[in-house]
């Protein structure tokens, strides 16, 4: 069997100096392909550093995440044109977040319309941050139905019905990851009306570990963990699992 981690950190600070050693067990345990989000100015270039150590393997993205929008959120904007002639994946990770801080709301709507309309002229998809955003950022795709909105809402925890809005909206999948195995995660239970062709599985790392390993560093290596308790609550085989989810990432990516 072979997986995608569709969402990994690997060149957080958590990872510093052992980075490579976490690709490595990741691959060993037959993660055999990671996409990495960008976040913004201060990370891009150790997560393009890990990518050029690990071709083939390692697949960067281009973005700025919401919560690193603040007062000089045009010029960390801008700074993205620079790094246009290396080969991305998506852009990502980019969205809105409410959880946080809403000081910047209206310039993290006007980020995430500028990032869609790049994607779109890219022809790239997306990878969406949505904590305690999701309308907002639905109000935000509403206005841009005329581009080619197709991506992937990452480390989703909304409703059914939420999701049934979101597929009316583009070419959407939704990214599952550690907290599907949590004990009162209530997207165990939205999961089992989402088709399995639209299902992406991610970490997220060095955040939202899986069980049992929870409260320790995440990586990559834990995606084994999450297709079980996938494949227990949809009662299919964890080959089919591995097999659709990497299927899935293979068709939004282009890997």
């Not at 891009?44 to 929008?69: K, N, V, Y």
């Not at 809402?153 to 019905?161: P, Q, R, V």
């Not at 997220?204 to 297709?227: M, Q």
């Amino acid at each position: 069997m072979e997986f995608t981690d569709t969402h990994a950190h690997l060149y957080d600070e958590a990872f510093i100096s052992e980075e490579d050693q976490a690709v490595e067990r990741a691959v060993r345990a037959g993660v055999t392909r990671m996409i990495l989000p960008d976040i913004d100015s201060q990370t891009r270039e150790a997560m393009f550093s890990l990518a050029d150590r690990h071709e083939g393997r390692i697949f960067p993205c281009l973005g700025l995440h919401p919560t690193s929008i603040g007062a000089d959120w045009e010029k960390e904007l801008a700074a993205l044109e620079g790094w246009l002639s290396r080969k991305i994946y998506a852009i990502g990770e980019i969205g809105m977040d409410c959880y946080w801080s809403k000081e910047f709301i209206k310039e993290q709507q006007e980020a995430l319309r500028i990032q869609l309309e790049l994607a779109d002229r890219l022809d790239l998809p997306v990878i969406i941050h949505s904590r305690e955003s999701t309308e907002l950022i639905i109000n935000v795709l509403k206005e841009c139905r005329h581009l080619n909105l197709r991506g992937v809402f990452h480390a989703y925890s909304g409703s059914i019905e939420t999701y049934r809005q979101i597929e009316r909206l583009g070419d959407w999948y939704i990214g599952i990851g550690g907290v599907l195995t949590y004990k009162k995660a209530s997207i165990a239970g939205t999961v089992r009306d989402i088709p399995l062709d639209r299902i992406l599985l991610e970490t997220d790392c060095p955040y939202l570990t899986p069980v049992p390993f929870r409260g320790k560093r995440n990586e990559s290596s834990y995606i084994p963990h999450i297709a079980a308790r996938l494949s227990e609550i949809l009662g299919k085989g964890i080959e089919e699992i591995a097999e659709t989810t990497t299927a899935n990432a293979e068709k939004l990516f282009r890997i």
